[in-house]
């Protein structure tokens, strides 16, 4: 007689019990098109996924070039719209040359996976998100993990190593919002003639002259040595992503990164959305800066209210929770207040503490900010953490 040891799949079981025992059972909560709830909780930084144009743009995309795109972009997937998305893209964020894919995460997935060939280096941080680390772990390079945030350990990593080597780094981390310092990580590459990959799925839009990202407001953009990966779901409101660089390396990607040869080409409907949005955030630069200000607002009026917030950089939030049971209380009811706030626990987290992760969007007015917190500060649980941060 099958066992939960013998039977197929019965291993869940243990899997399914561990999670409960530690309070990190996730699940599913569809929202309706008309929520009630004040969002903080969604990456949409610049407010442009139901902005009009947007939408129009996504359907006009859809009318002209059909549901989906057919097939992989080196077969069917590759229209007009896609390379002129390439183009406009490439040109906003100042680089030489760009790639779309059909997520974040495969922009990630190939820009780390075909720059770091067997006998290369991978240097990644500490913090770096989970994309960049399956990067990692699929590459055929050697990854050494440094401390989060350190130039020097980055310097130390590859001194050790002769051959190819590449450093690889969110340029704002998606978890307490703070920015890598990408000057150093450059010159540090740059001392021993490695490459940098950057993912700046939390700095487009938000940060740089007019939301054109942080490794252009780092002086980074157009560096033949420099290559970006961007997310087209957050400042943009749409879905994909792209790989920003020199036109050598997107040429080696088209040849060789397995995420963009055997996958489907990104959607007409989404390639669309995120064109109409790059447009819009040329036309109306001063959304990056707004994101910025709401941020900062909101940090200085949850440390006014005595909750440990962490600075931010770019437009993400995060209070700190004293365990995973009580920040999953603590989002339940905030939603019951009438805001919806994300919930961030172990294995999300890289230093293992538990927050609510706030974003700030161009589109949220002081009003809403000051409700906001009220909300959060009256329902904040028992053990909390008030110092400063």
Not at 13 to 41: F, I, K, W
Request: a negative charge.
């Amino acid at each position: 007689m099958a066992t939960a040891h013998t039977r197929a799949f019965g291993w869940l079981d243990e899997q399914r019990d561990a999670r409960e025992s530690a309070g990190l059972v996730r699940t599913l909560r569809p929202r309706p098109a008309d929520s009630p709830l004040l969002d903080l909780a969604s990456n949409d930084y610049l407010g442009l996924a139901r902005h009009p144009e947007v939408v129009e743009a996504a359907a006009g995309a859809a009318r002209t070039w059909g549901g989906g795109a057919t097939g992989s972009r080196l077969v069917t997937g590759t229209t007009q719209l896609h390379t002129r998305l390439e183009r406009e893209l490439a040109e906003f964020c100042g680089a030489e040359s760009a790639l779309v894919l059909s997520s974040g995460y495969a922009a990630n997935l190939a820009a780390v996976t075909a720059l770091a060939p067997h006998g290369s280096l991978i240097v990644s941080d500490a913090g770096n998100h989970a994309s960049l680390i399956d990067g990692c772990r699929l590459a055929r390079g050697t990854t050494q993990v440094v401390p989060h945030a350190d130039p020097e350990a980055v310097r130390k990593a590859l001194g050790t190593h002769e051959g190819p080597a590449v450093v690889v780094s969110d340029t704002v981390f998606s978890v307490d919002g703070d920015q890598a310092p990408l000057g150093e990580l450059a010159s540090a590459a740059r001392e021993f003639g490695a490459g940098l990959i950057v993912d700046d799925a939390h700095g487009l839009g938000v940060l740089g002259a007019g939301g054109r990202g942080a490794p252009h407001a780092a002086g980074l953009a157009g560096a033949a040595d420099t290559v970006v990966t961007v997310t087209l779901s957050k400042s943009f409101g749409s879905q994909g992503g792209a790989v920003l660089g020199p036109a050598a390396v997107i040429d080696h990607l088209v040849n060789a990164a397995r995420t963009f040869i055997f996958d489907t080409g990104l959607a007409p409907a989404a390639a669309g959305a995120a064109l109409g949005a790059l447009r819009l955030l040329r036309a109306e630069p001063e959304r990056a800066a707004r994101a910025r200000e709401v941020a900062a607002t909101l940090h200085r009026l949850l440390t006014e209210a005595g909750l440990s917030a962490v600075r931010p950089d770019a437009a993400v939030v995060s209070v700190r929770a004293p365990s995973p049971d009580a920040v999953v209380g603590w989002a339940a009811r905030c939603r019951a207040n009438g805001l919806s706030v994300g919930c961030f626990r172990p294995p999300s987290v890289p230093d293992g503490i538990s927050r609510l992760r706030l974003t700030a969007r161009a589109d949220l007015t002081d009003e809403q900010l000051v409700e906001a917190v009220r909300a959060i500060s009256r329902t904040a649980p028992d053990g909390a953490v008030t110092a400063g941060s």
